[in-house]
C-alpha cells in the first residue's frame, strides 16, 4: 500500500507541476503573437480543462501524503527535514491554489462573460502570477522529495 500511495503522490505532483511549466514556460510565450481576445479566450478553455485535474492531484497529494505520513512515517516526529518541507510548501502550494481558483479565476470568467477584456487581461495576470509562484514552490517540493532522504 506504501508503495502504490508512493506512486500516486509522486504522479499526482507530477501532473500539477508538470502541467504548470507547460503552461508558463511553453503556451504562454508561444501566444505572445496571438490577438488579445483569442489568447483570453484560449486561457480560458485551457484554464477549464486544467483546473479539475490539479483540484484532483491536490486531493490525491493530501489523501497519499497524510496516508504515508501517518501510516508509514508514524506521524510528524519520524519524518525526515524533507517531509517537513514538502508538507509546508504543499500547503503554500494549496492555499495558493485555491485563492487562484476562487477570486481571480471567477472574475477572469465573469470579465470574459461580459465581454470585459480588459479586465479579464487584468484578472489573467494575477493568476499568470500566482502559477509563477506555485511554479517555484513546485519545483522546490519536487527537488526537495527526490533528494531529502539523502541529507
Do not use: C, K
Amino acid at each position: 500500500m506504501a508503495a502504490l500511495s508512493l506512486l500516486l503522490h509522486n504522479l499526482a505532483a507530477t501532473l500539477w507541476v508538470g502541467g504548470m511549466f507547460f503552461a508558463y514556460v511553453i503556451l504562454r510565450p508561444s501566444l505572445a503573437e496571438t490577438a488579445a481576445a483569442e489568447r483570453l479566450a484560449l486561457w480560458q478553455r485551457v484554464f477549464t480543462r486544467f483546473f479539475p485535474w490539479v483540484l484532483a492531484a491536490i486531493a490525491v497529494l493530501l489523501a497519499t501524503g497524510y496516508g504515508l505520513l501517518f501510516l508509514v512515517l508514524g506521524g510528524f516526529g519520524g519524518a525526515g527535514l524533507h517531509v517537513h518541507v514538502m508538507h509546508l510548501t504543499g500547503w503554500l502550494m494549496f492555499l495558493l491554489f485555491f485563492h487562484l481558483y476562487f477570486v481571480p479565476w471567477r472574475r477572469y470568467r465573469r470579465a470574459l462573460a461580459d465581454g470585459n477584456s480588459g479586465d479579464a487581461a487584468r484578472w489573467l495576470g494575477q493568476i499568470r502570477l500566482i502559477v509563477l509562484v506555485n511554479l517555484v514552490l513546485g519545483l522546490l517540493t519536487v527537488a526537495v522529495g527526490a533528494s531529502g532522504r539523502a541529507w
